[in-house]
């Protein structure tokens, strides 16, 4: 009998009632306490299981092969050639062993050396192309010039005079609308439509009267009607859109090709290709004839509608990331990704003043009263507010803390409240003129790439990057 642990001879042999099979009892206790389970089987083993096998006792000879001398120097040659191969095989492998180290430890500082190599040559074409911007009119951004600025003609100039005058003389005497949103029914907003639109990887939303658009990075656009929650009509833009805008029954969409492509009823009218790189932000001036749009190769362009023509442009320091004309139309604001907010006059595009936010600009948006500019930089969970009449840092009068990444903002009417839509959800930040402070009426879990008024403000539509518009205000 072998025991069926160690091969050996058992001296308290046991037998398992389940399999037959016969063990040393010490080994197979030690097993089961570990295990619980019968070796080979793998079946369920106690202690209860094991049978003991009485045999009679006898001394148990020596194996042959060590009855004498011979033999034994014999069986101690035999095991000294055991050791001596294995210390052979365990150098060997050890051998081997750090050959292959080595040979990963070289291949990783390589890897490593061409990474930095690289990256300092990355960062050296970075700053080189800092220091240069487009030429115009160059759509494949080969032609290269010197920083230059074109004025408004003067037409279009005068235009834009009479504008301001006419509404910043009447905008102080604007009384808030009668049934325009309050802050108590901003506060009971709930989610009254959500609609999944056919829109892959949505980036921007705007908002005209009672419909949406949507627009996303794989070249699609829908059109959806907040009344009715429903989808009215897909469009087919063809490239990559970074940012869409509604105004004046025409819809714009920016393209990450450059393009700046204008639609009326549905059909394409126009397509402007002016910037080198992906167009990145649109504005549509007060007086409704002049689009602007800025872009990745640091240039400010504007255009004029009625003639479908480029009229004005001018560059930056640094790429451009969005964009807003003041709501009197004199002034026009972008975000660069150096961090600066950068206001020009819009009728010669001279510069007015910058402010700073440390970080490439997300979003900014004018407020209404013509005093403020809301505006958020990537990546941070704060907006700031800046006051137009007031220069360098003191013109941040006020930090609005969200809780979470700001991605787009949107001002109502009236210059009360201040709507925030980022990733960690939506936010409305009121602020009462009365005691001249702030408050947040509304906050919602929703995420959002873009948020956008509807009309009265009794409704405010989101969009997130999955292409679902949730509209919120109050259920009946």
Known sequence: MLCGISGEAPQEPVVSKKSGVVYEKRLIEQYITEHGTEPGTGDGLTGDDLLPIRSSRTVRPRPPTLTSIPALLATFQNEWDAL?????????QLARTREELATALYQHDAAVRVIARLSRERDAAREALSRVTVAEGSGNGEGMVVDSVEALPEDLA????????????????RPIPEDWVTADEISAFDTTASNSLPIAQATSLDVQGSHAALGGLKGQAAVYSVDSDSLEKE?????????????????FFATSQGSVKVYAEGTETVAFSEHAGPATGLSIHPGGDILASVGADKSVVFYQLSTQRRVSRAFAESSLTTCAFHPDGHLFAAGTVSGDIKLWMTATLEQAAVFTLGAPVQALTFSENGFWLAATAKGQTSVTIFDLRKEGDAAAVKVLETGGAVQSLAWDYTGQFLATGGASGLTVQQYTKASKKWSEPFRNSTAAVAVRWGPSGKKLVAANSEGVVSVFGVKE
């Open 158 to 173: 005068s235009l834009v005079q009479e504008t301001h005058k006419e509404l910043s003389k009447g905008r102080k005497k």
């Open 84 to 92: 001596a191969l294995e210390t052979y095989n365990l150098k060997e």
């Open 235 to 251: 469009l087919p833009i063809n490239e990559p859109i970074t940012d869409t805008l509604w105004a004046h029954e025409k819809m």
